[in-house]
């Protein structure tokens, strides 16, 4: 398994994900020195997936933790399950034991609800999970604190039971979007890689790949159109996600290649903003222009 960064890429390949060799280098060696992958980049330029193509290439459980503000450490970690610990309580006083002894064993593992880092601390499995912990970037700096003890000795303490360490080290990797800046701390403890937009070449193979029924002359221009409009001044700039979410919708339409009516009508599969969709109309426009003029 990852026996070689050739490798690496081959197995993301079979996945139809096109790792380039820096990312391919970055989880040969997490895999080798048992270390979290720190993924930072522009919404929609495949950060998520990393985590997903790694879990299929390995035959491994995806475990995923969604960050948000105000996520705290019954939601990522544990919780107790208070219904049935009354419920024993009810059960305890019915069968007559002793004051001493009602409620005794309520905060054991028993009464354990397991979240997301629990579950992929105790996991045992074959082979270990990977644990995605999606735009720590949006979660508080409180929470940021909590992750240092998991990520350093993949151990999590609770009070009532004691300290869990993991049977075996998980897959980690962890994405941000850089919507404000993650704690020094947490990325010390990672290996960090930046994911950029991809050049026209890599996006073309990736949109080929992953809509194998597109031709080639539609590929080209929607890959072409995406990065001209990549070049403008846009609130949110399309990305891998967008390219393939306009290309399927096209296809949909049963288009073979592109023009100004379908593009102004499916400007809303690329952008999310009204603003941005005037820009966009704008880069159309001068490029249209452009090659008017060419002409």
Not at 117 to 125: D, R, T, V, Y
Not at 136 to 150: G, H, K, N, T
Not at 183 to 202: F, G, M
Request: aromatic fraction near 8%.
């Amino acid at each position: 398994m990852f026996d070689s960064i050739e490798n690496v890429q081959a197995s993301c390949e079979k996945q139809d994900y096109i790792a380039d060799k820096s990312l391919a280098t970055t989880v040969y060696l997490a895999h080798h020195l048992k270390k979290p992958i720190f993924l930072e980049g522009e919404p929609g330029v495949g950060k998520t997936e990393v985590a997903k193509v790694l879990a299929d290439a390995i035959g491994a459980k995806l475990i995923r933790l969604q960050c948000y503000e105000g996520l705290d450490v019954n939601s990522a970690l544990y919780e107790w399950n208070y219904t049935r610990q009354i419920l024993q309580l009810r059960i305890d006083e019915a069968q007559g034991r002793d004051k001493d002894e009602i409620g005794a064993d309520l905060f054991s593992e028993d009464f354990l609800l397991c979240r997301p880092l629990l579950e992929a601390i105790q996991s045992n499995g074959s082979v270990p999970p990977v644990l995605l912990i999606d735009e720590v970037d949006r979660s508080d700096s409180e929470f940021e604190a909590f992750l240092l003890e998991i990520l350093s000795d993949f151990q999590i303490t609770i009070p009532e039971i004691g300290t869990i360490s993991a049977k075996q080290v998980p897959y980690v990797v962890l994405t941000s979007n850089r919507t404000r800046e993650v704690h020094e701390a947490l990325k010390r403890r990672c290996l960090y890689q930046w994911i950029d937009y991809p050049s026209v070449e890599k996006e073309l193979a990736i949109v080929q790949k992953k809509i194998p029924n597109i031709n080639d002359t539609l590929a080209q221009q929607l890959c072409d159109m995406i990065h001209r409009w990549r070049q403008g001044d846009f609130y949110k700039k399309p990305g891998i996600a967008e390219t393939l979410d306009w290309g399927m919708a096209l296809l949909a339409l049963g288009k073979t290649q592109l023009d100004d009516e379908v593009i102004e009508k499916t400007l809303g599969c690329v952008f999310k903003y009204q603003d941005d969709i005037h820009r966009a109309r704008a880069v159309e426009m001068n490029e249209t222009d452009r090659q008017t003029n060419e002409i």
